[in-house]
């Protein structure tokens, strides 16, 4: 793999020229920025009506000389009151629109700058990359002196509200180190944030822009201008589609490359900035003591103490030889008071603090129980232990994980922040089980499989049980460990996809899952999971089955008895036909027996834009009674008038709705993967499970059930589960299990369907 900080690409005048009026030249590196602030500042020197008392000045990407192929133009047309400016600026701005170049500009007297300045924060860290481009340059070194003087003289006093300021944006955007779809401008630890550590060591306050910052800051702006070149316009998201070009342009070997170097660059800068913030606290703080003298130190936690509002260890702590547990109980305390530990600290414990004995000493594993269970404070403190290489110590599978890419598009995360999130997640859980401490350890190791050979949660259960004995746990509670990382994903898989009135699906968890308290844990576990995942990867649908499920495997395992199937809706088989009840999320139909029943139901609500989560179909007394539970496709609820009365014509066989009906179907048929179908054998006690896995889209439901109508199937139960842009589909066939022959057609109809 080739180093990131060689790979510059073309640059000078054999580049690719990206605005053909301005002669700006493309390209990835140093050299190649600098020939496109050198092409800007000739093309506006050209086009800038001379005019005594007035200079052009640039701020931003081209004040600093850091243009990317597709960036913005940030100007400020400085003059000392001339008449007739407002004329003048538009003789300059039009040009440049007319170029095709979005253009951010101002025009101002030095004065008025200043006083903007004064107000705005943002504003004045932009006047520090003020550079003169053409007309007067006494007035350009003028407002470069003053504004860099004014924001020394108040950086102390400006840095909280731009510490706000940064604080909302990252809440907005995320943190590029973890995130699979980051902003490298806006997110934390992106190009921003190299802005505010720049105007940090403006002010000094602190040797923010160490070597490590600098070269982060170039890869970063590589990988940027590289992003531009790649989708042909401004755009600083780096979206999974456009890795492996981007990673291309840069002579890396794949897009995953790509992402673990941007996720080291990002932590570089969040580093380096919360250093920055610390030390502008510090000042602060010691601007604001009433008495002179040493600082105060608090006893926090057993050779621990805090010190100007940092943890830093106990001086009987760095005088004897260091328990091997001292780097984790620091940890411990540091996520539970949510206090930074100091950064002398942490290079004296990754220096001096003995490796873990195999097993962990009994202080060793509480405290990693403390820190997994101390909730808000987990991740920043977890995040410090892993950027000075303690994590390491403690878990030598981290540095497989650290910055592993997740390419399944329901996660925001990578690897090594969802396993923490949900440690974070499960903290919520820890009263709702019997023993918190395992919760909390199976929700860290969980994913610990992932991005080795074979299914993640078969291999990686013996790598969890090997981690919880090493940590010092007993056989029995380590094997657990393994058992919640091996079923971890057991019961959304079989609540989403399986018919949960059947008693063979129930009996099959209870058998799997064993006891009741490891129920518990999965279902907890299962909960934590979702919630660090993203939020395509839970709802309360979803929730509301998972709860189902464990409710009548509990009473399973409690009883020994599987709980019988509910009996169907009271209202549904008496009265005139057809019965359509309407619930917020539930959709039931009683009409008269005949085939195909569930498919016009399936279309009606497609046509109303309805998802069906869940579908059962039975026979009662000569009735057809078809329940579905369903969620607005686009967040849109439909007029429920219009859908029953819809419902109702339909399943009378009105013609004119089934031919709506068809129109949809078709004109919803979209590319995707090719479909796959899988036959289940003994997955039901009185049926046959055919599983569809495909690309979604609407009325998908619709067309399959029609298929397996026509091709003489008959469904009993229907489960629909959407995982991104795909669906696992399983449909309960009735009877037995069919002859190679028919399945062959049944198989031949719904490939057709999709």
């Given at each position: 793999?080739?180093?990131?900080?060689?790979?510059?690409?073309?640059?000078?005048?054999?580049?690719?020229?990206?605005?053909?009026?301005?002669?700006?030249?493309?390209?990835?590196?140093?050299?190649?920025?600098?020939?496109?602030?050198?092409?800007f500042?000739?093309?506006?020197?050209?086009?800038?009506?001379?005019?005594?008392?007035?200079?052009?000045?640039?701020?931003?990407?081209?004040?600093?000389?850091?243009?990317?192929?597709?960036?913005?133009?940030?100007?400020?047309?400085?003059?000392?009151?001339?008449?007739?400016?407002?004329?003048?600026?538009?003789?300059?701005?039009?040009?440049?629109?007319?170029a095709?170049?979005?253009?951010?500009?101002?025009?101002?007297?030095?004065?008025?700058?200043?006083?903007?300045?004064?107000?705005?924060?943002?504003?004045?860290?932009?006047?520090?990359?003020?550079?003169?481009?053409?007309?007067?340059?006494?007035?350009?070194?003028?407002?470069?002196?003053?504004?860099?003087?004014?924001w020394?003289?108040?950086?102390?006093?400006?840095?909280?509200?731009?510490?706000?300021?940064?604080?909302?944006?990252?809440?907005?955007?995320?943190?590029?180190?973890?995130?699979?779809?980051?902003?490298?401008?806006?997110?934390?630890?992106?190009?921003?944030?190299?802005?505010?550590?720049?105007?940090?060591?403006?002010?000094?306050?602190?040797?923010?822009?160490?070597?490590?910052?600098?070269?982060?800051?170039?890869?970063?702006?590589?990988?940027?201008?590289?992003?531009?070149?790649?989708?042909?316009?401004?755009?600083?998201?780096?979206?999974?589609?456009?890795?492996?070009g981007?990673?291309?342009q840069?002579?890396?070997?794949?897009?995953?490359?790509?992402?673990?170097?941007?996720?080291?660059?990002?932590?570089?800068?969040?580093?380096?900035?919360?250093?920055?913030?610390?030390?502008?606290?510090?000042?602060?703080?010691?601007?604001?003591?009433?008495?002179?003298?040493r600082?105060?130190?608090?006893?926090?936690?057993?050779?621990?103490?805090?010190?100007?509002?940092?943890?830093?260890?106990?001086?009987?702590?760095?005088?004897?030889?260091?328990?091997?547990?001292l780097?984790?109980r620091?940890?411990?305390?540091?996520?539970t008071?949510?206090?930074?530990?100091?950064?002398?600290?942490?290079?004296?414990?990754?220096?001096?603090?003995?490796?873990?004995?195999?097993?962990?000493?009994?202080?060793?594993?509480a405290?990693?129980?403390?820190?997994?269970?101390?909730?808000?404070?987990?991740?920043?403190?977890?995040?410090?232990?892993?950027?000075?290489?303690?994590?390491?110590?403690?878990?030598?599978?981290?540095?497989?994980?650290?910055?592993?890419?997740?390419?399944?598009?329901?996660?925001?995360?990578?690897?090594?922040?969802?396993?923490?999130?949900?440690?974070?997640?499960?903290?919520?859980?820890?009263?709702d089980?019997?023993?918190?401490?395992?919760?909390?350890?199976?929700?860290?190791?969980?994913?610990?499989?992932?991005?080795?050979?074979?299914?993640?949660?078969?291999?990686?259960?013996?790598?969890?049980?090997?981690?919880?004995?090493?940590?010092?746990?007993?056989?029995?509670e380590?094997?657990?460990?393994?058992t919640?990382?091996?079923?971890?994903?057991?019961?959304?898989?079989?609540?989403?996809?399986?018919?949960?009135?059947?008693?063979?699906?129930?009996?099959?968890?209870?058998?799997r899952?064993?006891?009741?308290?490891?129920?518990?844990?999965?279902?907890?576990?299962?909960?934590?999971?979702?919630a660090?995942?993203?939020?395509?990867?839970?709802?309360?649908?979803?929730?509301?089955?998972?709860?189902?499920?464990?409710?009548?495997?509990?009473?399973?395992?409690?009883?020994g008895?599987?709980?019988?199937?509910?009996?169907?809706?009271?209202?549904?088989?008496?009265?005139?036909?057809?019965?359509?009840?309407?619930?917020?999320?539930?959709?039931?139909?009683?009409?008269?027996?005949?085939?195909?029943?569930?498919?016009?139901?399936?279309?009606?609500?497609?046509?109303?834009?309805?998802?069906?989560?869940?579908?059962?179909?039975?026979?009662?007394?000569?009735?057809?009674?078809?329940?579905?539970?369903?969620?607005?496709?686009?967040?849109?609820a439909?007029?429920?008038?219009?859908?029953?009365?819809?419902?109702?014509?339909?399943?009378?066989?009105?013609?004119?709705?089934?031919?709506?009906?068809?129109?949809?179907?078709?004109?919803?048929?979209?590319?995707?993967?090719a479909p796959?179908?899988?036959?289940?054998?003994?997955?039901?006690?009185?049926?046959?499970?055919?599983?569809?896995?495909?690309?979604?889209?609407?009325?998908?439901?619709?067309?399959?059930?029609?298929a397996?109508?026509?091709?003489?199937?008959?469904?009993?139960?229907?489960r629909?589960?959407?995982?991104?842009?795909?669906?696992?589909?399983?449909?309960?066939?009735?009877?037995?299990?069919?002859?190679?022959?028919?399945?062959?057609?049944v198989?031949?109809?719904?490939?057709?369907a999709?």
């Amino acid at each position: 793999m080739t180093s990131l900080t060689t790979a510059t690409g073309p640059t000078g005048s054999g580049a690719p020229v990206v605005n053909e009026v301005v002669g700006v030249p493309g390209g990835v590196g140093d050299a190649a920025r600098s020939a496109r602030a050198d092409a800007f500042d000739a093309w506006l020197r050209r086009i800038f009506p001379a005019r005594s008392g007035v200079a052009l000045v640039a701020v931003g990407g081209l004040g600093r000389r850091q243009c990317a192929p597709y960036g913005d133009l940030d100007l400020v047309l400085l003059h000392a009151g001339v008449a007739g400016i407002d004329e003048l600026a538009a003789s300059l701005w039009y040009p440049i629109w007319d170029a095709g170049l979005r253009l951010d500009h101002s025009v101002r007297t030095v004065a008025e700058a200043l006083s903007v300045a004064q107000d705005d924060v943002k504003v004045a860290l932009g006047l520090l990359d003020a550079r003169h481009v053409a007309g007067d340059p006494a007035l350009t070194g003028q407002l470069a002196r003053t504004a860099t003087d004014h924001w020394r003289r108040t950086a102390i006093r400006q840095l909280p509200g731009l510490r706000e300021i940064t604080a909302a944006r990252w809440e907005a955007h995320g943190e590029l180190a973890f995130l699979l779809e980051g902003d490298l401008k806006e997110a934390a630890g992106g190009l921003r944030d190299v802005g505010i550590l720049r105007a940090i060591a403006t002010a000094g306050v602190t040797d923010a822009l160490r070597p490590a910052v600098h070269a982060a800051h170039r890869r970063l702006l590589d990988t940027r201008d590289a992003l531009h070149q790649q989708v042909r316009r401004r755009v600083d998201r780096l979206l999974a589609q456009e890795r492996d070009g981007v990673a291309k342009q840069l002579m890396l070997d794949e897009g995953d490359a790509l992402l673990r170097l941007v996720a080291g660059d990002a932590r570089t800068v969040s580093h380096a900035l919360d250093d920055a913030w610390r030390a502008a606290d510090r000042l602060r703080s010691g601007r604001h003591r009433a008495a002179p003298g040493r600082p105060l130190r608090r006893p926090v936690a057993r050779d621990v103490v805090e010190q100007d509002g940092e943890l830093v260890l106990a001086r009987t702590a760095i005088g004897a030889r260091p328990d091997p547990s001292l780097s984790l109980r620091i940890a411990a305390a540091a996520a539970t008071t949510r206090l930074p530990i100091a950064r002398a600290t942490c290079e004296w414990l990754a220096a001096y603090c003995p490796p873990l004995p195999a097993p962990w000493p009994p202080a060793a594993r509480a405290a990693l129980t403390t820190l997994l269970g101390a909730g808000a404070g987990l991740v920043p403190a977890w995040e410090t232990c892993d950027r000075y290489g303690l994590i390491d110590g403690w878990l030598p599978e981290w540095t497989r994980l650290r910055s592993l890419p997740q390419h399944n598009p329901v996660h925001r995360f990578t690897l090594d922040r969802h396993l923490v999130q949900t440690a974070y997640e499960a903290s919520r859980h820890t009263r709702d089980v019997e023993r918190p401490d395992l919760l909390l350890l199976g929700a860290f190791l969980h994913d610990i499989g992932k991005g080795l050979p074979g299914d993640h949660s078969t291999v990686g259960a013996p790598l969890a049980e090997a981690v919880a004995a090493r940590i010092g746990l007993p056989p029995a509670e380590a094997a657990l460990i393994g058992t919640l990382v091996r079923l971890h994903l057991l019961l959304p898989d079989v609540a989403t996809r399986r018919d949960l009135s059947d008693p063979k699906t129930v009996a099959g968890v209870a058998e799997r899952v064993g006891d009741t308290g490891t129920l518990e844990l999965l279902h907890a576990l299962v909960q934590a999971d979702a919630a660090a995942t993203g939020p395509a990867a839970w709802s309360g649908w979803k929730g509301r089955l998972v709860a189902e499920l464990v409710a009548r495997v509990r009473t399973t395992l409690d009883t020994g008895v599987v709980p019988a199937p509910p009996a169907p809706d009271p209202a549904l088989v008496a009265g005139p036909l057809p019965v359509v009840h309407l619930g917020a999320d539930r959709v039931a139909v009683a009409a008269a027996d005949r085939r195909g029943l569930l498919a016009t139901v399936a279309g009606c609500l497609a046509l109303h834009r309805l998802e069906v989560i869940s579908a059962d179909a039975a026979t009662v007394d000569g009735r057809a009674l078809v329940e579905c539970r369903v969620q607005p496709r686009y967040g849109l609820a439909p007029d429920p008038i219009a859908l029953s009365a819809d419902l109702r014509r339909a399943v009378a066989g009105d013609v004119s709705v089934i031919q709506r009906l068809r129109g949809r179907a078709l004109a919803a048929r979209g590319q995707g993967a090719a479909p796959r179908v899988v036959w289940h054998r003994e997955a039901a006690t009185d049926a046959v499970l055919l599983e569809l896995r495909a690309a979604d889209a609407a009325g998908l439901l619709y067309r399959v059930t029609c298929a397996l109508d026509e091709a003489g199937a008959q469904v009993r139960a229907a489960r629909i589960s959407t995982l991104g842009g795909d669906v696992v589909d399983a449909f309960y066939l009735v009877g037995g299990w069919p002859p190679a022959e028919q399945r062959a057609r049944v198989e031949a109809a719904v490939l057709a369907a999709v």
